[in-house]
């Protein structure tokens, strides 16, 4: 188990795991289609942080990835089809973080945060553009600065 979860209720355990994926589906489904460029993108990098991550989350990108493309399919399938009942959905669940992150270390949830908003981005950059890169929707671009998340570093 992760250190920082060790007296956070499974409920709370649970909603800190799936945050990276619940991120990642705000944001690809964000225009209304979750395309194959979004989705390989947000497995991707879910497995790149196992590896490379700021070196307080390694463990829990560890547990996250190895649930994560599972998990992503899950949620899928069980939100909302309509894009803005997922999306007030999947925001009411990111708001819980800011009530976890009151009762775990302060340095674990500002290096979260900012590796939440990262991977918003690089979902976000995944389709469109030239070749495919470098395009955000106007969509994507409203919800990838994760505003539901209070900044916890102030």
Known sequence: MIEEFEHL????RELMLNAP????ILIAGADGNIDKAERKE??????????????????????????????F???????????????DQIISELRKLNFIFA???????IKLYASLKELAK????ASGGILGYMTVSY????????????????
């Open 9 to 12: 209720r499974p409920d709370d």
């Open 21 to 24: 994926v619940l991120v990642a």
């Open 42 to 71: 947000a497995i991707s990098i879910a497995r790149a942080k196992q590896s490379r991550s700021r070196e307080q989350l390694v463990k829990y990108y560890k547990e996250v990835g190895e649930r994560f493309e599972d998990k």
């Open 73 to 87: 399919n899950e949620l899928i399938n069980t939100l909302p089809k309509d894009t803005q009942a997922r999306t």
């Open 103 to 109: 009762k775990i270390d302060k340095t674990f949830c």
């Open 122 to 125: 690089r979902i976000a950059e």
């Open 139 to 154: 969509e994507e671009s409203k919800l990838m600065e994760l505003k539901m998340i209070n900044d916890p570093s102030k």
